[in-house]
């Protein structure tokens, strides 16, 4: 197994302000399985593509996936409203012009967020950051950050999708507007909320699987955490596939 160097892994970054190439998202929320799994269509050449589905036998939504040396200026990952590459895209990943940073553009059907939403990594802390707002309640005065942090693991939410000993966990941080940044005993009522991992075996299709542990509901849709969760699960994995890592 080749050596991870998380230190060099890019930070993400999420904004509407900050255009990407010409398309209209869909707009509308899509819903994701509580456990889904990515089977290769093409191969790692132009254009790779994939899609989700719970079994290789009933594709839901598909995907595509750029090279950043061959496809300069177009994004990452694209996932679309269904199975068909002509289907409408509902988000997207996009390397930043100094490939240390990624956006993630979402439909507008997604809750309004003047701030944007932000992915970001501290680089050398193993951990991958993002945030969305949510409303705090209808009498509340303001909105309060719902903060959700990548964690490499190899416990047993990993272990669950059956795949690999390795992969990625997504904790939702406690507390309101939540500092990623600090440690304190709050961090104990931490949930892990999904997981992620890889997968290669001869002759099989099947490349990655992704877990929520939490039961969804049409208000998680709504206000967009599960988007943001798949598609920033889905930047990690692409810089995985793009430079080589754990395979």
């Known amino acids: 197994m080749a050596h991870i160097d998380h230190d060099n892994l890019p930070s993400y970054e999420s904004t509407r302000e900050q255009s990407l190439p010409t398309y209209e998202p869909l707009q509308r929320n899509i819903a994701f399985p509580a456990q889904f799994f990515i089977y290769q269509k093409t191969g790692l050449v132009r254009p790779f593509t994939a899609f989700i589905g719970t079994e290789e036998s009933s594709p839901l939504y598909h995907i595509d996936l750029g ?21 409408p895209i509902v988000a997207s990943v996009k390397a930043a012009p100094d490939g240390d940073r990624y956006q993630i553009q979402t439909g507008s059907s997604y809750p309004p967020n ?10 050398g802390s193993r951990k991958y950051t993002f945030s969305v707002e949510n ?88 206000k967009g955490w599960e988007i943001m969760a798949v598609m920033t699960g889905l930047a990690i994995w692409h810089v995985d596939i793009m430079e080589g890592y754990m395979y």
Request: proline residues 3%.
């Open 135 to 222: 409303e705090a309640g209808e009498n509340a005065k303001g909105q309060e950050r719902q903060v959700f942090e990548w964690r490499p693991s190899r416990g047993k939410q990993v272990r669950s999708l059956g795949l690999r000993d390795y992969g990625w966990k997504l904790v939702r941080l406690s507390g309101s507007n939540s500092d990623a940044s600090s440690t304190s005993s709050a961090e104990k009522a931490d949930k892990v909320v999904a997981a992620w991992s890889k997968y290669s075996e001869s002759g099989s299709k099947k490349i990655f699987g992704f877990r929520f542990f939490e039961e969804s509901t049409s208000e998680d849709q709504r």
């Open 67 to 87: 090279t950043v040396m061959l496809d300069p200026g177009q994004p990452n990952v694209v996932l679309h409203a269904d199975a068909s590459q002509d289907s």
């Open 114 to 123: 003047p701030e944007g939403l932000k992915v970001s990594s501290r680089r």
